[in-house]
């Protein structure tokens, strides 16, 4: 039977090169976004559930979808988030805090007690903070401090780490980060979706690594 990893928001960018890695690894992807991505010789996904993560109501019913069509689950990817520095307070709260939390609770019953492993994305500005968008900021800070607290509880037998990423070409905000800010980064680039992999792989195969936070971020919090 194939090892199943959930990840939400696998429609694009970061979420879709991370189906994409457990695909190659051999796992049945369960991909979980706001948007149908279809399926297909070419998709990463091979069961999908489209449901809207910025709310209370989407989170749980897809913990419900999970469960109806699951009886086990190895890897949870809290990845689904949005950056905006003119959406609505509610809503940046609950996808990229909230939502991480309630999918790792709820589904904690069903992730495997033989090596289970939760890997949440936040950001580098959950540890610089960004002025132009405190509560993102502060909504990856609790996340990196949801992994570590959780890493905890769950040890020895299931592990959580995080991912903070600094700037990647994704649509997480419209349009290239611009120049400004480039600047700011010692590497002088944005990051590609896939050059997130080789921090995914490791996490993924040393079984001795919980509670951490690797950041890729170009240098950018140095």
Same mark, same amino acid.
């Given at each position: 039977?194939?090892?199943?990893?959930?990840?939400?928001?696998?429609?694009?960018?970061? $979420?879709?090169? !991370?189906?994409?890695?457990?695909?190659?690894?051999?796992?049945?992807?369960?991909?979980?976004?706001?948007?149908?991505?279809?399926?297909?010789?070419?998709?990463?996904?091979?069961?999908?559930?489209?449901?809207?993560?910025?709310?209370p109501e989407g989170a749980e019913e897809s913990v419900i979808m999970v469960g109806k069509q699951f009886?086990?689950?190895?890897?949870?990817?809290?990845?689904?988030?949005?950056?905006?520095?003119?959406?609505?307070?509610?809503? !940046?709260?609950?996808?990229?805090?909230?939502?991480? !939390?309630?999918?790792?609770?709820?589904?904690?019953? =069903?992730?495997?007690?033989?090596?289970?492993?939760?890997?949440?994305?936040?950001?580098?500005?959950?540890?610089? $903070?960004?002025?132009?968008?405190?509560?993102?900021?502060?909504?990856?800070?609790?996340?990196?401090?949801?992994?570590?607290?959780?890493?905890?509880?769950?040890?020895?037998?299931?592990?959580?780490?995080?991912?903070?990423?600094?700037?990647?070409?994704?649509? =997480?905000?419209?349009?290239?980060?611009?120049?400004?800010?480039?600047?700011?980064?010692?590497?002088?680039?944005?990051?590609?979706?896939?050059? !997130?992999?080789?921090?995914? *792989?490791?996490?993924?195969?040393?079984?001795?690594?919980?509670?951490?936070?690797?950041?890729? *971020?170009?240098?950018?919090?140095?």
């Amino acid at each position: 039977m194939k090892r199943v990893a959930v990840v939400t928001g696998a429609s694009s960018g970061i $979420g879709k090169a !991370i189906a994409q890695y457990y695909h190659n690894e051999g796992f049945h992807v369960v991909g979980i976004q706001r948007h149908t991505i279809g399926s297909g010789t070419n998709s990463p996904v091979d069961t999908e559930i489209t449901e809207d993560l910025s709310t209370p109501e989407g989170a749980e019913e897809s913990v419900i979808m999970v469960g109806k069509q699951f009886d086990q689950i190895d890897v949870l990817v809290n990845n689904a988030g949005i950056m905006t520095l003119d959406g609505e307070g509610g809503e !940046i709260f609950i996808i990229n805090m909230c939502t991480p !939390i309630l999918l790792s609770n709820d589904l904690l019953s =069903l992730l495997t007690t033989a090596g289970g492993h939760i890997i949440n994305i936040a950001s580098v500005s959950g540890i610089i $903070g960004d002025t132009d968008a405190p509560l993102y900021s502060a909504c990856k800070a609790g996340i990196i401090n949801f992994t570590r607290s959780l890493a905890k509880q769950l040890a020895p037998n299931r592990r959580v780490n995080c991912i903070s990423p600094g700037f990647f070409n994704t649509n =997480l905000v419209p349009g290239r980060a611009p120049k400004h800010l480039i600047d700011k980064v010692p590497m002088k680039r944005e990051a590609q979706p896939y050059e !997130i992999i080789p921090v995914v *792989d490791m996490l993924q195969k040393s079984p001795y690594i919980t509670g951490a936070n690797i950041v890729i *971020d170009g240098g950018l919090s140095l």
